[in-house]
């Protein structure tokens, strides 16, 4: 699993249009204020651990959360930070665990629908933690 977290004062997400993707979910618009937006990428050998990637990432979040004093998280399926992709089925499975973990330890969480291209409206802040990436 890949991720890349941006802390940003607002995000807008506005749905355009389904990729290419064997999973396509409903995209609706999401709005948040100050938030964690994460591109989280799922691969391959996630898929026979898929808990135990969900739980390091959780934990990985929740660390950089309470660091930056930040509750509100935006996930973003992003399948373009160029590792081995998991498929698209195992990708949404793991994202929707994500988003659960995270609701259980109290988070707000908003998720961008899997396979749909967003419009995307921001204002990234600009400290040293302000873009993180990680890899697990």
Not at 84 to 97: F, G, H, K, R
Not at 101 to 111: G, S
Request: glycine share 6%.
């Amino acid at each position: 699993m890949r991720f890349m977290c941006w802390h940003v004062d607002y995000v807008k997400a506005e749905p355009k249009g389904a990729g290419r993707s064997g999973v396509i979910e409903q995209g609706s618009p999401i709005e948040a204020g100050e938030s964690l937006l994460i591109f989280a990428n799922f691969e391959k050998k996630d898929e026979s651990s898929k808990q135990n990637t969900v739980d390091a990432v959780t934990f990985e979040i929740q660390k950089i959360a309470a660091q930056l004093k930040v509750g509100s998280i935006v996930l973003n399926p992003f399948a373009h930070l160029f590792g081995d992709n998991a498929s698209p089925q195992e990708s949404a499975i793991m994202l929707s665990m994500l988003e659960k973990a995270l609701l259980d330890r109290n988070f707000t969480v908003k998720k961008m629908s899997f396979g749909i291209f967003y419009e995307l409206e921001l204002k990234a802040k600009g400290h040293p933690l302000s873009r993180i990436s990680r890899s697990f």
